[in-house]
C-alpha cells in the first residue's frame, strides 16, 4: 500500500525565500545550509500546507517575505490511495485563503485531516517542560486523527464551557445544572478518547525511548482534570461555590495533563536537557509510529536542527531511527557531516543558501 507523502512542492514569498520548487523523497529529505540561508522557512512552508499556520508565530503575517503583500504554498500529496491531492495555501495581511482537491475550504480541520504535519524543534521540550496546554494539544492532534467525531465533540465541549462560565461570572446559577450536564457529557466523551489514545500510544512511546534509554522503565500518566473518583458532573455540581468564587470552571478535560515517570519519579526532574529531548522525540515519534500502524495513515514529520543538544551517539542513533522509520521526514542541518551516513538510496538533500534552494 502507498504510503502517505509529500511530492511536490512550490514555495513563493515565504520569509527569505522567494520561490523554491522541489520534488521531495517519500521518506528522508536533509535540508543542509549555514544559519540563516532559510532551512526552517522551508519546513515552514511544508507546514503552512499542513496546517495554514506557522510553528514559528502565531502572528503569520511575520512569514510573508518582506515587502510582499502574500506568501502562497502549494503542493500534491499523494495517499494511501494512491490519489494524488492538489493542496493550496494563500495568506496576505488579513486573509487566509486554503484550497484542498480544488475546493476553497474554510476550516483548516480538513486541511489537517488531509496532510499530517507533525514538528520537532529546539523549543519541542516545552512540551515536557512547558505549560498543560502543550501536552493537550500533543493528545488532541493524536485523537482528531484516531477519532473523527472528537474535534465536533470537542467544540461541543468548548461552547458548553464558555456558557457556564458566563453563568459562574454573573451568578445566573438557575440554569447550572443544564449546563453541568452539558460540560460533563462532552467532557466524559473527550477524556476517554484521550484515555484510549494514551493507551494505544504507549508501547509506541516505550519502543521509541528504549532506543536512546536502555535499562530505563518509563511511565505515562494521563490526569483527566477532576478527582478520579467521581464523575465529572459530580464534580462539576461539588465545584459549584469555589467556581463562582473564581470565575471559571476548575474540573473538566480542559485541566487535563500527562507526566512522563521513570521508576515513580517525575522524569523532568532526573533527566538532563538532551534526555528531555530525545524524551520529547521519542513522544512525538510513536505519534507517527502509531498513524502509521493502525490508523492506516502516516504523518510528515518535520525535524529542525537535528544536532541542538543531542551528542554525536545520540544524533547517529536517532538518525538510525529515522532511517527504519517508514515516515517522511524533512531534517535540517547545518553541516553535511551529520547527515553523511544517513543519506541513502531513498534520501534527498537540498542545499539552502540566501533563500535559494537546490537539489544535490
Ligand atoms: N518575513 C521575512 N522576510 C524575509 N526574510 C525573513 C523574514 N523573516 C525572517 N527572515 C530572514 O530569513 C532568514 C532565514 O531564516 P531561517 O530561520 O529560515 O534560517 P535557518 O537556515 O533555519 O537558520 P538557522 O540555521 O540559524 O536556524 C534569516 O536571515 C531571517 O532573518
Redesign the pocket.
Known sequence: MPRMSLVKIEARDV??IEYAAIEPSPHLNFVV??????????L?AVYLLGRARSFRTSQIS?????GQSGLMVTGKVVNETGSAIPIGVRITRGEREIHLEGRKIQSSAELIGAFPVLVIQPSSSTLLEGAPKYRRQFLDWGVFHFEKSYLDCWRRYVRALSQRNTLLREKRLGDIELWNREVARYGTIISSARDRYAEKLKPFFLRSAAQFFEGFEFELHLQSGWSKNKTLEAALQEDVASDIRLGYTQSGPHKADFSISLEGRPARAYLSRGQMKLLVYSLLLAQALLMEESVGGSACVLI??IASELDEHNKNRLLGLLREHPTQFFI?A?ADRIIRDAVDHDAAVFH?EH?QVTQA
Do not use: C, H, M, Y
Open positions: 520569509r527569505n545550509g549555514p544559519n540563516a540561508s532559510g532551512k526552517t522557512s522551508l515552514e511575520q512569514v510573508i517575505r518582506f529542525d536542527d535540517t547545518t539552502v533563500g
